[in-house]
C-alpha cells in the first residue's frame, strides 16, 4: 500500500487503513514523543494523542510537503501540550549573545550514542531543552519553532544559543554540570 | 572536534529514531476496529478450507459406509406374503420392513431362510435392527444375536433360545426376551460362522400376531398355529435371569464465576537503616482497592456437603502516594548585572554576565502503581441448605501464585519514581497464600444459582519491589459476588 493509498483510505474511515497507518508511524513517532515527556507513560499518552489529532485532521492534510513531516508535527505538538500541562515551561525573550558553532568539545563526545546524548540534554533546563531538539533534531527552523512554542523568533534563536553554550560548558568541563537543581519533597499532613 | 560537528553527529543520530509500541495496544485505545491482517485472512481460510473438506471427508465417510447395502423399502404393505415378498425382493438379499407391518410366520421363516440359503448360501447370519417388536420365528435359526425391543425370538423346533448375545437354537428352547437392539440369526443347517465372514444383513421384522391382532385373520393358519406354540412357551418360563445393579454415585459439577473487591491491610516495615524513602513512603502512600475476578469448578460427590473448589483467579491491588512537591530550580542567563557611572559622569560601565534565576515549582500530585496478580485457588468446603433455596457454606484453602507483575510509578527515591514494571528487582511471585471465608446463596433454578462470599487471604510473602530494605506484605478481606452453573 503506498502512502496515498494509506491517506486515502484513512480519509475515508477504513479501519484497516488506520491500523496500518498506526504500525507504521507509531515508533517513529514514539521517540519524538520520549523525547519531549518524561516518563514512558506519558509518551504513550502523547502517542496516543497525537493519533487522535492525525485521525481528526487527517482530511484537512492536502498532500503538499511530506506526510511524515506532518504526523511528527502533530507529535511534537501534542508532546509539548502534554508536557506543558505537566508544569508550564518558561522562555525568556533574548538575543543570542554569541555564536558557539566554532568552539571546540572533546573528541570522545562524537561517538555518544542516543540514550546517551539523550541523557546528556536531558540536563539542560527544560526550555534550552525543547527549543535545541526542535531546531537541531526536528530541523524546524526559528519562526517555526517560534510558532510552535508561542514565543518570537528571537526567542528561539536566545534560547538555542544558549542551550550550546551550556552544552559546550557542560562537555568542556569535567562533570558537566550545568544546572542545579534542589529538590525536595514535602510530605502530605 | 569542532562544536557544530558534535551537533551534526546528534542530528544524524536521531534521524530515523524509533521506539518500541505495543501497537495493538496503541490500535485498541484509538478505538480502531480490528481489521483482519492479511496474514490472519489466509490463516483463517486455510482454517476453514481444512475444516469443510474434513467435514466432506467424514460425509462421504459415512455416506459410502451407510450406502453398502442394497435396502428394499416396503412401508407400504401391512403384511408381506409370498407374492409381496417376492416381488419386492428382486434378489436382493436384504429387507427392511416397518413396524406396523406384519411378516407371516412362515414368510419370517421363508425370508430367513431364503436369504440364508437362496439368494445368499453363504450367508448364516442375520442381523436385525430397528426397534423390533414381537416374536421373530424361524425354524432354521440356530445363531441369534439380539438388541433393542425384541420381544422374543423363537424356535419352532420348540427348542430353548438363551437370552445372551449368541445363542445355539438347536439346543435352546425357543423364547427369549431382551432388549437389546441387534438382532442376529443363522440357520441350523450349518455350524456357526465367524463374524467376519458373514455378510450381515438388516432386517427389520415385526410379527403382527401379538401386535397387530387384526392381522392374524389375514395371516395363513400355520402362521397362527405357530404363534400359538410360541405361545405356550412364553417369557417367564425359561429360567429368570437376575440383572445386576450398580448404584454409582454421581459427582456434581459446577462452575463457578467471581467478581471481588478487597480492601488491601498493607504492613510496610524497614529492615534497614534509616531510610527516607520509607519514612514517606510508609506516611503517604496509601493502598485503595483490590479486585478480583475468578472463574472456579467446583466438585462434589452425591449429596455429601463437602467439595472441593479449584480455579484461576486475578487480583489487581492498587496503591497510591499523595506527594505535596517544592522544589527550586535555578537557572543561569546572560544578562546586564552591572552599570557603573564614573565619579565625572562621563563613562557609562555596563557589565554583562550569568544572572541567576530561581525558579520555585509548589504543587500536589497522586502518583499510583498497581500489584497484578494470577493464582490458582484451591479450597475444600463444607455447604448445607438452609430455609428455602437458600444455603450456606464455609471453606479454608490455599492459593498458588502464578505470576506477580507491576505497573505504574512507585516511589523510590526522594525525587524520583520507578515505573515499577521496568525495575528489574520485582519478585515475579510471591508464592502461597492461604485464604478462608464463609458464603451464603440463593438457588435461582436447579442448575443456577448465586452467592455472596466473604473471604479474608494471608500472603506469608512479602511483596517488597523496588527497596530490598522494605518489606511490604499484605492481607485482603473482602466481598465477592459469583454465579454458580451446575451441570
Excluded at chain 1, 60 to 73: A, D, V
Excluded at chain 1, 107 to 120: F, P, Q, R, T, V
Excluded at chain 2, 216 to 228: A, F, K, N, R, T
Excluded at chain 2, 470 to 486: D, K, P, S, T
Aim: charged residues 20%.
Amino acid at each position: 500500500m503506498t502512502t496515498e493509498e494509506l491517506i486515502a483510505r484513512c480519509k475515508s474511515g477504513d479501519a484497516q487503513g488506520q491500523s496500518c497507518l498506526v504500525r507504521t508511524y507509531a515508533p517513529r513517532l514514539m521517540a519524538i514523543c520520549r523525547r519531549y515527556t518524561k516518563d514512558p507513560a506519558s509518551a504513550q499518552d502523547a502517542l496516543q494523542e497525537t493519533f487522535i489529532n492525525v485521525f481528526k485532521y487527517i482530511n484537512s492534510y492536502s498532500g503538499k510537503g511530506s506526510f511524515e513531516g506532518w504526523l511528527k508535527r502533530i507529535a511534537v505538538n501534542c508532546s509539548l501540550a502534554f508536557a506543558k500541562k505537566v508544569h508550564p515551561v518558561y522562555f525568556v525573550d533574548e538575543s543570542p549573545n554569541s555564536d558557539m558553532q566554532m568552539s571546540e568539545v572533546p573528541d570522545a563526545y562524537s561517538n555518544l550514542g542516543k540514550e546517551e546524548i539523550l541523557n546528556l540534554l536531558k540536563r539542560l533546563p527544560e526550555s534550552l531543552y525543547i527549543v535545541f531538539n526542535l531546531v537541531v533534531i526536528e530541523g524546524y527552523n526559528h519562526r517555526e519553532v517560534g510558532e510552535m512554542l508561542g514565543i518570537t523568533e528571537g526567542s528561539s534563536r536566545g534560547s538555542l544559543s544558549r542551550a550550546r553554550s551550556r552544552l559546550i560548558d557542560m562537555l568542556q568541563s569535567e562533570n558537566g554540570v550545568g544546572v542545579n537543581v534542589k529538590k525536595k519533597i514535602v510530605a502530605t499532613s | 572536534m569542532k562544536y557544530n560537528n558534535f551537533e551534526k553527529h546528534i542530528s544524524e543520530s536521531f534521524l530515523h529514531d524509533s521506539a518500541a509500541v505495543d501497537t495493538d495496544a496503541l490500535i485498541a485505545s484509538l478505538g480502531i476496529p480490528v481489521a483482519l491482517e492479511p496474514k490472519k485472512k489466509i490463516a483463517w481460510w486455510l482454517l476453514t478450507s481444512i475444516a469443510l473438506l474434513s467435514l466432506l471427508v467424514v460425509g462421504l465417510y459415512y455416506f459410502v459406509n451407510t450406502s453398502k447395502g442394497n435396502y428394499i423399502e416396503d412401508s407400504g404393505s401391512s403384511i408381506l406374503t409370498d407374492d409381496n415378498w417376492n416381488s419386492n425382493n428382486n434378489g436382493s438379499s436384504l429387507l427392511v420392513a416397518e413396524h406396523d407391518e406384519a411378516i407371516g410366520e412362515n414368510k419370517a421363516k421363508e425370508e430367513i431362510a431364503i436369504v440364508d440359503v437362496v439368494v445368499n448360501d453363504e450367508i448364516e447370519e442375520i442381523v436385525a435392527t430397528t426397534e423390533v417388536t414381537g416374536s421373530i420365528i424361524a425354524s432354521d435359526i440356530s445363531y441369534v444375536e439380539v438388541d433393542t425391543q425384541v420381544d422374543y425370538v423363537t424356535n419352532d423346533t420348540g427348542k430353548k433360545l438363551d437370552a445372551s448375545k449368541v445363542i445355539e437354537a438347536n439346543s435352546e428352547p425357543s423364547q427369549f426376551i431382551s432388549t437389546t437392539s441387534t438382532v442376529r440369526v443363522s440357520n441350523s443347517a450349518n455350524t456357526i460362522v465367524n463374524d467376519r465372514t458373514v455378510i450381515n444383513k438388516e432386517v427389520g421384522i415385526v410379527n403382527s400376531a401379538v401386535k397387530n391382532r387384526s392381522a392374524i385373520s389375514l395371516l395363513p393358519i400355520d402362521i397362527v398355529e405357530s404363534q400359538v406354540v410360541s405361545m405356550a412357551t412364553l417369557p417367564g418360563l425359561a429360567e429368570p435371569e437376575c440383572p445386576s445393579f450398580s448404584y454409582r454415585i454421581p459427582w456434581n459439577i459446577a462452575l463457578l464465576a467471581e467478581v471481588g473487591v478487597m480492601k488491601p491491610m498493607k504492613n510496610l516495615e524497614n529492615i534497614g537503616g534509616s531510610n527516607s524513602v520509607f519514612d514517606l513512603r510508609d506516611r503517604n502512600e496509601t493502598s485503595k482497592e483490590a479486585i478480583q475476578i475468578g472463574l472456579h469448578a467446583k466438585i462434589s460427590k452425591g449429596s455429601n456437603p463437602l467439595y472441593v473448589r479449584g480455579g484461576a483467579a486475578y487480583t489487581r491491588i492498587a496503591e497510591q502516594m499523595n506527594e505535596e512537591y517544592d522544589y527550586i530550580e535555578m537557572d543561569t542567563m546572560r544578562g546586564l548585572i552591572s552599570i557603573t557611572t564614573s565619579m565625572t559622569g562621563d563613562t557609562v560601565t555596563a557589565i554583562y554576565g550569568d544572572v541567576i534565576s530561581e525558579t520555585r515549582y509548589t504543587g500536589r500530585s497522586e502518583k499510583h502503581y498497581y500489584l497484578h496478580l494470577i493464582d490458582i485457588p484451591v479450597a475444600i468446603g463444607y455447604e448445607i441448605p438452609i430455609t428455602g433455596s437458600f444455603y450456606a457454606g464455609a471453606e479454608v484453602g490455599v492459593q498458588f501464585n502464578l505470576r506477580t507483575s507491576g505497573s505504574g510509578l512507585i516511589f523510590r527515591d526522594t525525587n524520583d519514581y520507578a515505573e515499577l514494571s521496568e525495575v528489574t528487582t520485582k519478585e515475579t511471585k510471591v508464592g502461597m497464600s492461604y485464604f478462608g471465608g464463609f458464603h451464603f446463596g440463593k438457588h435461582l433454578s436447579k442448575r443456577s444459582s448465586i452467592q455472596l462470599s466473604a473471604r479474608f487471604r494471608y500472603y506469608p510473602s512479602k511483596f517488597s519491589t523496588v527497596d530490598p530494605t522494605i518489606e511490604q506484605r499484605y492481607n485482603l478481606a473482602g466481598l465477592h459476588a459469583g454465579y454458580v452453573f451446575r451441570f
